[in-house]
C-alpha cells in the first residue's frame, strides 16, 4: 500500500470512529467499526483505544514504521441517523462493496445528513415537558405550565450553545428559569402543583443518554469510558438540582420581602 493511500486509509477510519462519537454512538461500537474497517481495507497491524472524547490509532504500511493519530473529541450530541449510516458503510465495506473512494464519499454524505430544525426541537421539548408532566400527576395546569418551561429551557440551550457557553452553566440557569416560572405562576394559581410542573420540565434536560450509555460501557469492561460518562451524567443532574434550589431560594426570599 502507498504511503499516500496508506494515510488516506487510516484517516478514514479515524474520520468514520470521530463521526460516530459527535453523534451519539457507543464507546465499543466505534471501536468495533473501526476495527472492521481497518480489515476490509487491508490495513496491517492496526491498532486503536477509543475513549468518550478521543481516539488513539495506529497502523503500519508495508515495509515502513508505524503511524499514530489522535483524535479529540471535545463535545458529543445525539444523531443516530449519522451513527446508523456509518455502520452501513463498514458493513458494505466488509461485503467488498465500496473502495476507498467510494468510502469516503459514503462517510462525507453521512457527515452531512442533516440535523433536527430548531423549531422542530422545540416543538419536541414543548411535548415533552407536557406529557412527562401528565405521566407524574399533574393536570391540565401543570401540563401548560411544563409546556412553557419545555420552550424556555428549548430557547436557552439553543442561545447558550450557539455561544458555546459551557453545559454546566446553561443546565443551571435553564433549571433555575424554568422553576422559577412556575413558582410565579403559583402566585396566580394557588391549586398549581409547582413540583409536578417543574419535574415535567426538567425531565427532558436530564442525561438519561449518558447514564444508559455509562453503565453499557461498564458492562463491556469499558471502565474509563463508562467513569467519564456516569462522572458527566451526575455533573448534569446536580446542575438541573442546583438550579432548582436556587431557585427556590430566591422565590422564598422574594416571598418573605412581599
Known amino acids: 500500500m502507498a ?10 477510519i479515524l474520520d468514520a470512529g470521530q463521526t460516530m462519537l459527535e453523534n451519539g454512538g ?18 496491517q497491524e492496526f491498532h486503536v483505544y477509543v475513549l468518550t472524547n478521543g481516539i488513539f490509532a495506529s497502523a503500519r504500511p508495508d515495509g515502513g514504521e508505524s503511524l499514530s493519530m489522535v483524535r479529540h473529541v471535545p463535545t458529543i450530541s445525539i444523531h ?5 449510516a456509518v ?26 445528513i442533516g440535523s433536527i430544525p430548531p423549531r422542530a426541537e422545540r416543538l419536541a421539548c414543548v411535548v415533552g415537558s407536557a406529557c412527562f408532566a401528565y405521566l407524574f400527576g399533574g393536570a391540565l ?8 418551561a419545555g420552550l424556555m429551557e428549548s430557547a436557552i440551550c439553543q442561545q447558550f450553545g450557539k455561544r458555546r457557553i459551557n453545559r454546566i452553566f446553561t ?19 394557588p391549586t398549581l402543583d409547582v413540583n409536578t410542573a ?11 443518554v449518558a447514564l444508559t450509555m455509562g453503565i453499557r460501557d461498564i458492562i463491556n469492561a469499558d471502565y474509563l469510558s ?7 451524567a451526575v455533573l448534569i443532574a446536580g446542575s438541573l438540582a442546583c438550579g432548582v434550589v436556587l431557585a427556590w431560594l430566591i422565590g422564598r426570599g422574594l416571598g418573605a420581602m412581599l
Request: glycine letters at 8%.
Open 141 to 148: 395546569a401543570e401540563m401548560l405550565v411544563a409546556a412553557v
Open 198 to 208: 417543574t419535574i415535567g420540565a426538567l425531565m427532558v434536560l436530564t442525561p438519561g
Open 26 to 43: 457507543e464507546v465499543f461500537r466505534a471501536q468495533q467499526t473501526m476495527e472492521i474497517m481497518a480489515r476490509s481495507l487491508q490495513l
Open 80 to 84: 443516530l441517523g449519522r451513527v446508523e
Open 171 to 189: 443546565d443551571i440557569i435553564a433549571a433555575g428559569l424554568c422553576t422559577l416560572w412556575a413558582l410565579g405562576v403559583s402566585i396566580f394559581v
Open 226 to 232: 463508562g467513569a467519564i460518562r456516569l462522572l458527566d
Open 3 to 12: 504511503s499516500k493511500t496508506f494515510e488516506q486509509t487510516l484517516d478514514l
Open 87 to 112: 455502520n452501513e458503510l463498514s458493513r458494505e465495506l466488509a461485503e467488498g462493496q465500496l473502495d476507498l473512494c467510494g468510502a469516503r464519499q459514503r462517510l462525507n454524505e453521512a457527515q452531512s
